[in-house]
């Protein structure tokens, strides 16, 4: 009987946030390349796993860092680093991992490492089996879909409180005066 195999990557994402480290499964459709980001620029209103958006190959891109707010689902050692904290200051400092949601909607993965590349004995439901264990899929477009959800829920909550009339107050008189006639 053939094994069958998906060609593709393995990313390990260490622990953060009170999650598990796990490394994930992102088939070689989706997996593009590493690619040096010109900058990292944070947007308000996001949440993690938003980092912000960046140039990549002269697109701009969503950052999703897979360390803040570990992704959906389970391996190490090129970081894709974790910009949370830093400030750039130099174009290129840091690369990710572009992936490719279909069309020309590029998304750049961050917070992760890079440990294996190329054919694995494919598993159930999308996943791998490296090393004799089941590596689980990454869904890097659900993982999108979720954080623009996100971001627009939380857009629409503002605006909605922003358009709400404000409370009635009572006016009082000025003190000594009684009220006016």
């Avoid at 912000?52 to 891109?61: C, K, N, Q, S, T």
């Avoid at 690369?95 to 494919?122: H, I, K, M, P, S």
């Avoid at 089941?134 to 623009?148: F, M, N, S």
């Amino acid at each position: 009987m053939e094994v069958e195999h998906r060609g593709g990557v393995l990313v390990h994402v260490s622990a953060s946030l009170g999650s598990a480290e796990r490394t994930f499964f992102l088939p070689a459709e989706v997996a593009k390349k590493l690619a040096p980001l010109a900058s990292l620029t944070r947007v308000p209103g996001t949440r993690p796993p938003v980092a912000g958006i960046a140039l990549a190959e002269g697109a701009v891109v969503t950052v999703l860092d897979l360390s803040a707010g570990a992704p959906p689902a389970t391996a190490a050692d090129e970081p894709l680093r974790s910009w949370a904290d830093d400030d750039w200051c130099t174009p290129g400092a840091d690369r990710a991992l572009l992936c490719d949601l279909g069309g020309e909607n590029l998304v750049a993965l961050t917070g992760g490492t890079v440990v294996a590349t190329g054919l694995f004995e494919a598993g159930p439901e999308g996943s791998v089996i490296h090393r004799g264990a089941r590596i689980p899929l990454l869904d890097v477009a659900a993982l999108h879909a979720r954080a623009e959800a996100a971001i627009w829920a939380e857009r629409s909550s503002r605006a909605r409180r922003d358009s709400l009339p404000p409370p009635a107050t009572q006016r009082s008189a000025p003190p000594g005066r009684g009220e006016p006639r």
